[in-house]
Nanobody, 123 residues
Framework: QVHIVESGGGTVQPGGSLRLSCTAT????????MAWYRQRPGERRVHVAD???????YYSDSAKGRFTISADIAKSTVTLEMRDLKSDDTAVYYC?????????????????WGQGTQVTVSS
């Protein structure tokens, strides 16, 4: 069984910084990609940033220049450094892990989500 555990959320003033961390435990198999998404109240969940097992990073337009994603794939951990936070960044942030497993007969893909961690930017 796989568990995705996020930490680091909280309340910060505009312009402040937060660091989110996520660790996957259990039989994750081969991690292909780790990502952060966020969901504001009443809105759909959207992509924030992701990093592939090869170290390629992608950022949403709102995250570019302010957020930095990093990962230790071997340790199944991913971190999101957020700076210059704005009220629009207020949301529940979710960690997402995509992994795969290949056997002689077939290949399998897995998609795991954490429970989410609240980030509130408010004065």
């Amino acid at each position: 069984q796989v568990h995705i555990v996020e930490s680091g959320g909280g309340t910060v003033q505009p312009g402040g910084s937060l660091r989110l961390s996520c660790t996957a435990t259990g039989s994750v198999f081969t991690i292909d990609r780790m990502a952060w998404y966020r969901q504001r109240p009443g809105e759909r969940r959207v992509h924030v940033a992701d990093i592939t097992s090869g170290g390629i990073k992608y950022y949403s337009d709102s995250a570019k220049g302010r957020f930095t994603i990093s990962a230790d794939i071997a340790k199944s951990t991913v971190t999101l450094e957020m700076r210059d936070l704005k009220s629009d960044d207020t949301a529940v942030y979710y960690c997402n892990v995509e992994s795969s497993r290949t056997t002689v007969l077939d290949s399998y893909e897995y998609d795991y989500w954490g429970q989410g961690t609240q980030v509130t930017v408010s004065s």
